[in-house]
């Protein structure tokens, strides 16, 4: 028996043993001390293998959508190579702000560079990481970014379901959790997610990117001569199985020095800076506390954190 058919039969049976097994996680309290609904989302029991599963994030296999071609999985791709295509992903709503931080890529990368190359062609990988944004910072609800991956034509492909939803206001204040919905090919979970990409991107749909893995990064991006791309070997489309002989990317010719730019005026004391981020902090939070988005005691918590920073 072939390995790749072993393979296929373990998956197989693995998927039998765990349907509806990978419920997301429990956040925790709520304010009110309302007993907790966790929503699954619908591709549950599509959940082949849970690579990454954490608190309030997860990397998953699954068995492909319904009608769907075969994938180039699996697909060996360098983490350094994974997160520099993840952070083409752009917010064209906000100023092309990068879609991911830089703590989200931390969390998701490596186990969704496993995913890929453990995926097989019949099957796509999905993820979830959630996330703190905004002007508040670590004091910000927590928001959630979901996608269905998958490589195809020698690219990767992004159907985002959510982008930056805020789940945890919600819970807090209800107990329900929203389900974490990956992208789907039939059409947007949520019609106001929009987002973009710089450098060798196809925009298939609003939520859908297609990003080629050999193409150079942007050129306001470098700041010293480029270095090739890590090697990405993708599967032929023909068989799905066999991995191909890695592109290699044409030379790029370094980007011409900028001239001297003038001297910066004197910056502030780095002190000074401190204390003003730390005191509009303890202003945001006091302002948190007298609307009753927050307790008293998460209010004091806070508080100690902020100043324990100093």
Not at 12 to 22: D, E, F, I, M, R
Not at 98 to 109: C, R, W
Not at 239 to 248: D, F, I, N, S, V
Request: proline residues 10%; neutral net charge; charged residues 20%.
């Amino acid at each position: 028996m072939s390995s790749l058919l072993l393979r296929r039969l373990s998956t197989a049976l693995l998927t039998l043993a765990c349907v509806g097994a990978y419920a997301q996680k429990d956040p925790g309290a709520t304010m009110g001390g309302q007993p907790s609904h966790i929503a699954k989302d619908s591709a549950i029991r599509n959940v082949v293998a849970m690579v990454y599963d954490g608190r309030y994030s997860y990397v998953r296999i699954e068995t492909r959508e319904r009608d769907a071609p075969l994938n180039q999985h699996p697909v060996a791709i360098e983490p350094v190579a994974l997160r520099a295509l993840l952070s083409r992903v752009q917010l064209p709503d906000s100023g092309n702000e990068a879609l991911f931080t830089s703590g989200q890529l931390d969390e998701i990368v490596a186990p969704l560079a496993q995913a890929l190359a453990r995926a097989l062609p019949e099957q796509d990988v999905s993820l979830a990481v959630s996330g703190q944004n905004g002007v508040l910072g670590l004091l910000a609800a927590r928001s959630v970014t979901t996608a269905r991956v998958f490589f195809a034509e020698n690219r990767m492909n992004l159907i985002f379901g959510l982008v930056r939803e805020n789940w945890e206001s919600q819970y807090r204040a209800t107990g329900y959790l929203i389900p974490f919905e990956p992208g789907k090919r039939a059409g947007a979970v949520d019609r106001n997610v929009r987002v973009a990409a710089s450098g060798g991107a196809i925009a298939r749909r609003a939520d859908w990117l297609a990003l080629d893995p050999l193409a150079p990064p942007p050129p306001a991006a470098r700041q010293e001569p480029p270095m090739p791309p890590p090697a990405v070997v993708i599967p032929t489309p023909a068989t799905g199985a066999e991995p191909a002989t890695p592109a290699t990317p044409s030379a790029v010719a370094p980007a011409a020095p900028a001239p001297p730019s003038a001297p910066d005026a004197p910056a502030a004391p780095q002190s000074d800076v401190i204390f003003r981020q730390v005191a509009e902090r303890l202003k945001a939070l006091q302002k948190l506390r007298d609307s009753g988005v927050i307790t008293e005691e998460e209010y004091q918590q806070k508080r100690r954190e902020i100043l324990k920073a100093l």
